[in-house]
């Protein structure tokens, strides 16, 4: 009971400070904002592939024409798979400049293009908005940039968690049992504490492959040490308190007193340092898309959009570079925002 109600007066306080919990909300908008990408984007085949290379690099709000032809073979997915992983195109979308209507179909001409051509049989004019633009391969770019927020979240959530399991582990044994175990565990934190982590992140991915999966082991793996020294810590500090002893006089196992007594007792610290975690997650995924080593095309990364765009920053395209580099700044600005809250919640000081 006690334990409720001080989590219930750590969420008050939380609620108070408007900037966290807006944090909050934006990171929550952006978790549903992944989950149903496929629903909310205008291009909802699999990895928002679908190129048009003439319509390379068009400005934010441009429509354009397509004619739509049914595909006579298309490849079944199921409805769960279709939803979330997106499913191929039922029709074959040509971009087209102006169009007439005639008996058993309609005649065309292709976008810029000064010759006419004529398709017989079943079709659909669509009139499309590119609300981002294309990219330089013609893809639409809020879709891309849709499906772009799952590699962030994803990298975040089991590059947090891989770290979390080592560092609370390790962290946990180090500051129970001390003496030569809290040696042994101190100097291999310290060993990985001393290679900088974006050196140690590059070095485990190019052991591990080049690949979607390899990136978030490869950041979870360097992630765990800081995790494991503020765990080990507040273990040092909570551990010769009384209902340890008690604990101890009561013949329980000490595994039983470390994961039971001690861990709920130094969670909020950790949940302070995963927020942080979550947001260097995602600053080192851009930086491995950036650099060519992490999600492989044509898996849309935002790291990935400006490594393909950057070159456009000094053209009248930057918007190619700056909106996946404003999507980055937002959702790591506002994982340090709600860290910074959840600090200050759980401040017993204050």
């Not at 013609?138 to 891309?144: A, E, I, M, V």
């Not at 030569?180 to 934190?189: E, N, S």
């Not at 600053?283 to 095309?297: K, M, R, T, V, Y």
């Not at 930057?318 to 919640?345: C, E, H, K, Q, W």
Request: hydrophobic letters at 50%; a positive charge; charged letters at 15%.
């Amino acid at each position: 009971m006690k334990a409720n109600s001080l989590n219930m007066l750590a969420w008050k306080k939380f609620r108070k400070d408007k900037l966290s919990f807006s944090a909050l909300v934006f990171i929550f908008l952006c978790v549903l904002l992944g989950i149903f990408a496929v629903v909310l984007s205008p291009d909802c085949s699999p990895m928002a592939n679908k190129m048009h290379i003439e319509l390379a690099t068009h400005k934010p709000l441009t429509k354009i024409l397509f004619l739509d032809i049914p595909k006579k073979d298309i490849k079944q997915v199921s409805f769960m798979e279709g939803l979330f992983f997106g499913k191929p195109s039922s029709v074959i979308s040509i971009p087209i400049d102006k169009y007439t209507v005639i008996h058993n179909g309609v005649t065309y001409f292709p976008y810029q293009s000064e010759f006419k051509q004529t398709y017989t049989g079943n079709y659909k004019i669509n009139n499309q908005t590119f609300y981002f633009g294309t990219d330089k391969y013609g893809r639409d770019l809020l879709s891309r940039m849709l499906y772009g927020i799952r590699i962030s979240l994803s990298v975040g959530f089991i590059a947090v968690f891989i770290s979390l399991f080592i560092g609370i582990t390790l962290g946990l044994l180090a500051g129970y049992f001390r003496g030569k175990t809290d040696g042994i565990i101190m100097w291999f934190v310290n060993v990985i504490w001393s290679i900088p982590t974006l050196l140690m992140v590059i070095a485990i991915t190019l052991a591990l492959g080049k690949g979607f999966w390899q990136v978030f082991i490869a950041i979870g793996l360097t992630m765990w040490v800081e995790v494991a020294r503020i765990v080990r810590g507040q273990v040092l500090s909570v551990r010769e308190l009384e209902y340890v002893e008690a604990g101890k006089a009561l013949a329980y196992k000490p595994f039983r007193i470390i994961f039971k007594h001690i861990l709920p007792n130094v969670i909020g610290p950790v949940i302070v340092i995963s927020a942080a975690n979550f947001a260097a997650a995602i600053l080192i995924e851009a930086g491995l898309s950036f650099l060519g080593i992490g999600a492989q095309p044509p898996i849309p990364s935002w790291g990935g959009m400006i490594k393909d765009h950057y070159s456009y920053i000094i053209m009248d395209k930057a918007y190619l570079a700056i909106i996946p580099g404003l999507a980055i700044m937002s959702l790591v600005l506002a994982f340090m925002l709600l860290g910074n809250g959840l600090r200050d919640a759980f401040d017993v000081k204050n």
